[in-house]
C-alpha cells in the first residue's frame, strides 16, 4: 500500500558536521509533507514542512528537499549540535485525505560529542 | 501560551480494565487528532476531530476504541477491555482545522496494560 519510509534508521554524526536525513513517500497524491523532531519523553515537535510546488524549503539549520521525480524528501541540519539528538519523522499528506498525515517509521540521530 | 497537554502522563492498567486518556488543546484550535505510537515505530493515525463535523473515525483498530470531544474542545479517548497490545503512548495533537495547519502535539500518555 501507499507508504512513507525511511532509508536509515540511526544515524550518527560529529558534532559540528552536517546531517542529512532521507526520507522515500509513495504516495502520488500527497502534496504536503512535515518534519518533525521528537526527543526522549515528549510528543513530536515541528521542524518544517514543504509543499509539493517546491523543491527547497530552509529554515534555521533546517533545509528540505523535495525530489517528486523519485519521491524522496530529506532533512538537512547544519552545524549538528549534541540538542539535535533525536528522532526524526517524516510525514505526508494526500490532497484526498484531509488534513490526515501519514507518519514515517523515524530515523534516529545521534550526535557525537 | 500553554500547548496541548494530556492527561494522565502515565496509565498502567491490568488486562480487560477500561481505561480513559484526555486531551487538552491549544486554545482556538478546531481541530483534534489521536494518535498511537507503539515502541520504537512511527505513529498511527486513530481519530480526528474538525470542528462540529463527525470525526473521521477510519484509524480506530477495534470497536474497543472510542474518543468523544465535548464542546469542541476537551477530547477524551477510551479503550475498553483493554489488552496488552493496547500498551503504547498516545499522541493528542491540534491544529487551526484547515488543511496544512501545522500539528501541534501533547507530550503523550504513555499506557501500559499488565
Known amino acids: 500500500g501507499e507508504s512513507v519510509g525511511l532509508h536509515l534508521p540511526t544515524l550518527s554524526v560529529q558534532e559540528g558536521d552536517n546531517s542529512i536525513i532521507n526520507c522515500a513517500y509513495s504516495?502520488?497524491?500527497?502534496?504536503?509533507f512535515i518534519w518533525y523532531k521528537q526527543e526522549s519523553g515528549k510528543g513530536p515537535q515541528f521542524i518544517i514542512d514543504?509543499?509539493?510546488?517546491?523543491d527547497k524549503r530552509q529554515g534555521q539549520r533546517v533545509t528540505v528537499l523535495l525530489n517528486k521525480t523519485v519521491k524522496h524528501l530529506s532533512l538537512q541540519i547544519a552545524a549538528t549540535q549534541p540538542g539535535d539528538s533525536a528522532v526524526y519523522f517524516c510525514?505526508?499528506?494526500?490532497?484526498?485525505?484531509?488534513?490526515?498525515?501519514?507518519f514515517g517509521g523515524g530515523t534516529r540521530l545521534m550526535v557525537k560529542p | 501560551g500553554a500547548g496541548v497537554s494530556q492527561s494522565p502522563s502515565n496509565k498502567v492498567t491490568e488486562k480487560g480494565k477500561d481505561v480513559e486518556l484526555r486531551c487538552d488543546p491549544i486554545?482556538?484550535?478546531?481541530?483534534l487528532y489521536w494518535y498511537r505510537q507503539s515502541l520504537g515505530q512511527g505513529l498511527e493515525f486513530l481519530i480526528y476531530?474538525?470542528?462540529?463535523?463527525?470525526?473521521?473515525k477510519s484509524g480506530l483498530p477495534s470497536d474497543r476504541f472510542s474518543a468523544e470531544r465535548t464542546g469542541g474542545s476537551v477530547s477524551t479517548l477510551t479503550i475498553q477491555r483493554t489488552q496488552q497490545e493496547d500498551s503504547a503512548v498516545y499522541l493528542c495533537?491540534?491544529?487551526?482545522?484547515?488543511?496544512?495547519?501545522?500539528?501541534?502535539f501533547g507530550p503523550g500518555t504513555r499506557l501500559l496494560v499488565l
Open positions: 495533537a491540534s491544529s487551526f482545522g484547515d488543511r496544512r495547519e501545522t500539528q501541534y
Open positions: 504516495n502520488s497524491a500527497s502534496d504536503y
Open positions: 514543504i509543499r509539493s510546488n517546491m
Open positions: 510525514a505526508e499528506n494526500p490532497y484526498n485525505a484531509g488534513n490526515m498525515l501519514t
Open positions: 486554545s482556538g484550535h478546531t481541530a
Open positions: 476531530f474538525q470542528g462540529n463535523s463527525a470525526p473521521d
